[in-house]
């Protein structure tokens, strides 16, 4: 029996491993996999920008963290389907649709965690920054965030993983990216699809995790210092100065 009947025969019979799947669909798979990290990308992104203000306002006045928190959490809760079906009428059958979809699902949180982060922060190290001048615009870039970082980052991966398992439902409008594929190979029992367009989301939140937690070891150096060996004798007021 040669090879090349072999390789041909998991696709007669249907197997769920199938190499010659894999080659002969190769243009396929690469375009749904970069459709799948592009809404991705733009969603966990686009949440971002929404959530950082709307955790700044709810720390800035209380009054508004309950309706924030509240909102956001209610918005996760929204089935999917019922979800795109509300914003059908506003955006169509367009990335646009799943894209807002995803931005709203990452922003509970995100919110959340920016202002857990936030809060995290000692309050000395405020005092110490206020001591040596430092303007309210100035202590948040310069100590708040870098010091809530491990909490953002936290959050932001988790909003990252959650976003990819959710694009798959952008199948519905034909957005979903590798979630066409597993849509369409459920649909048509084609096995050998739908068991690699599922591989290769696993695989996407897999790699993603890794490379964000790669960003945040890179991002706060001082917390693997302070893992390894406490430095003596600083005090907050000089970490903050240096």
Not at 120 to 127: F, L, N, Q, W
Not at 173 to 182: D, Q
Not at 211 to 231: C, E, M
């Amino acid at each position: 029996m040669s090879t090349q009947f072999v390789a041909q025969s998991c696709l007669a019979a249907n197997d769920w491993i199938c190499g010659e799947y894999v080659r002969t669909r190769s243009q396929e798979l690469t375009d749904a996999t970069v459709q799948h990290v592009w809404i991705t990308v733009v969603s966990v992104l686009i949440g971002l920008a929404v959530a950082f203000p709307l955790a700044l306002l709810a720390r800035a006045e209380p009054r508004f963290a309950g309706p924030v928190l509240g909102l956001t959490t209610l918005l996760y809760t929204i089935p999917s389907l019922a979800m795109f079906s509300l914003l059908l009428p506003v955006f169509g059958l367009s990335a646009a649709l799943v894209v807002t979809g995803l931005v709203l699902y990452s922003l509970t949180i995100l919110v959340r965690n920016i202002m857990a982060g936030l809060e995290a922060v000692p309050e000395e190290a405020r005092e110490a920054a206020r001591g040596m001048g430092y303007g309210a615009g100035r202590l948040l870039w310069e100590v708040e965030l870098p010091l809530a970082l491990p909490a953002l980052m936290a959050g932001l991966r988790i909003a990252t993983v959650s976003t990819i398992a959710l694009t798959t439902v952008g199948a519905l409008v034909g957005k979903g990216g590798l979630g066409n594929l597993i849509d369409d190979g459920v649909q048509t029992t084609f096995k050998a699809q739908v068991l690699t367009a599922s591989v290769l989301c696993v695989l996407l939140a897999a790699v993603a995790d890794v490379l964000l937690l790669g960003l945040q070891r890179l991002l706060t150096p001082w917390t693997r210092i302070h893992t390894a060996k406490p430095a003596p004798g600083r005090t907050v007021k000089e970490k903050v100065a240096g």
